[in-house]
């Protein structure tokens, strides 16, 4: 069972990024799937979530309107599509089904 984030980087305020999470080793259709994020110095804060056909998602309230997760079940994939981006996003961003967490991408948000 893996998860692996990919796309993170250096952007600037007001921009926008897409993670991706690629998952293997499980049926990936069938569950739901969460992005998480991590800033220097707090704890692990959800972001939101997406259940196994795509077709509901949750966001906390810091990234509702800005923030959608999408996914690929023919592509055992799911995205975080990251728009009007602020410092206060930066953070390192984990993909999680359930017990399972990926490693991380960090992303930057600065000028």
């Known amino acids: 069972v893996q998860l692996v984030e990919s796309g993170g980087g250096l952007v600037q305020p007001g921009g926008s990024l897409r993670l991706s999470c690629a998952a293997s080793?499980?049926?990936?259709?069938?569950?739901?799937m969460s992005w998480y994020r991590q800033a220097p110095g707090k704890e692990r804060e959800w972001v939101g979530t997406i259940t196994s056909t795509g077709g509901s998602t949750t966001y906390a309230d810091s990234v509702k309107g800005r923030f959608t997760i999408s996914r690929d079940n023919a592509k055992n994939t799911v995205y975080l599509q990251m728009s009007s981006l602020k410092p206060e996003d930066t953070a390192v961003y984990y993909c999680?089904?359930?017990?399972?967490w990926g490693r991380g991408t960090q992303v930057t948000v600065s000028s």
């Open positions: 080793g499980f049926t990936f259709s069938i569950y739901f």
């Open positions: 999680n089904c359930r017990t399972t």
